[in-house]
């Protein structure tokens, strides 16, 4: 599946300071491969090809993965640079994902935009995906980078962050079992849902009654940032195996109650990390933040509190290589680059 974003011709309105300079970006860090261009404010091409490959598999098979980005990054390199109107050429810095993900997949983006930045005597520089995901909420409207509590809520990981400024952050929580999005993803299969299951399970929880299972909030208080989903999954097997056949309406319910359960979890844990850490914004990112109830709990409980709340707009929750290019521009701005001889990082921390 490939898609081409409506690209926005001023994102970042009313601003000026993210200097006019050309960043070109490679995300393939698991199975999704992307490309962007961005100059200055203006995003001028993002293209995101997703794989459906994976799903007969029931997980992202890395070999597959990674055959996949070498078919179709070159065909988005060649459809951003055409969308963008410019020439290579043209291009101040090339930019890659260069961890966390699947070694085989962050390799082939890596490698291109090395090639690129050597090609053309550009900087390189090497982006931590997570930093891609945390920045994503200031892409739009103001981009100066607030301190802030932010939550990384992917398929892959589920991270409590303090963000004091761009490049300093200190990690407060994570998931000590399955990232939120991976438990959306085992439920929806256990469910017989297609993958990825978050937007399944948000489709199928709209008719469902949330509070007709009560299944377990783990580690809710557990007084520390840290987070737990296996049991929540695993408590769902139980009830599954209780209930034997299902019709679509207890499915409907069993998806709208491991969504309340998996959001108010989210929802509480962050604001008592924005409480206690005394910051007076909140961010949310990753695929997970597409979630319409997820959004609209952070945001009520943000408002209660006198938290304000900054989420990144849908298209740049999931992976994509915009928010790659925008991490890049702020770095590039301040000075930074990596050595081509870089390497990646499948375990690549952010702080
Ligand atoms: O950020 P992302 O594209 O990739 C990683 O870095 O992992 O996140 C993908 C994850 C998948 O687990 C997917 O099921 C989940 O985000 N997701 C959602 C929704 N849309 C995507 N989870 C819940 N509700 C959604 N609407
Ligand atoms: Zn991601």
Redesign the pocket.
């Known amino acids: 599946m490939n898609s081409e974003w409506p690209v926005q011709s001023s994102p970042f309105t009313g601003h000026d300071s993210l200097s006019a300079r050309t960043i070109l970006a490679i995300e393939t860090?698991?199975d999704?491969t992307a490309v962007a261009i961005l100059r200055g404010n203006e995003l001028l091409a993002s293209g995101v090809a997703s794989q459906t490959e994976h799903e007969a598999f029931g997980g992202v098979v890395p070999e597959v993965a990674s055959r996949n980005h070498l078919l179709h990054a070159p065909r988005l390199l060649e459809s951003a640079v055409q969308k963008a109107g410019i020439e290579l050429s043209e291009v101040d810095a090339f930019a890659a994902t260069a961890g966390p993900g699947l070694a085989s997949s962050l390799m082939i983006g890596a490698s291109i935009a090395k090639g690129l930045a050597l090609g053309f005597s550009k900087p390189y520089l090497a982006i931590n995906?997570l930093e891609g995901?945390l920045l994503s909420p200031f892409f739009t409207g103001d981009f100066e980078i607030e301190p802030n509590v932010s939550l990384i809520v992917?398929?892959?990981?589920t991270l409590l962050v303090e963000v004091h400024a761009l490049n300093d952050y200190r990690i407060l929580g994570r998931t000590v079992d399955d990232?939120a999005?991976?438990a959306?993803?085992k439920v929806a299969k256990m469910l017989g849902l297609g993958y990825?299951?978050?937007?399944e399970?948000?489709r199928r929880a709209l008719w469902g009654d949330g509070t007709r299972f009560e299944f377990p909030r783990s580690m809710l208080d557990s007084g520390d940032h840290n987070f737990s989903f296996s049991g929540l999954k695993t408590s769902v097997r139980y009830q599954l195996a209780k209930l034997g056949s299902i019709s679509e309406d207890i499915r409907d319910d069993l998806c709208a109650s491991f969504q309340r359960a998996v959001v108010e979890v989210l929802v509480k844990k962050t604001m008592r990390a924005a409480r206690e850490s005394g910051t007076k914004l909140a961010t949310v990112s990753?695929?997970?933040s597409?979630?319409c109830e997820l959004r609209d709990q952070m945001s009520a409980a943000c408002h209660r509190t006198g938290i304000k709340l900054l989420t990144a707009v849908p298209k740049l929750?999931?992976?994509n290589a915009a928010m790659i290019a925008f991490a890049a521009a702020l770095r590039f701005q301040a000075g930074h680059s990596s050595e081509v001889t870089q390497e990646i990082d499948p375990n690549l921390a952010l702080a």
């Open positions: 860090s698991c999704e995906h995901h992917s398929g892959g990981h990232a999005g991976e959306f993803d990825p299951g978050g937007p399970i948000e990753g695929g997970v597409c979630n929750c999931t992976d």
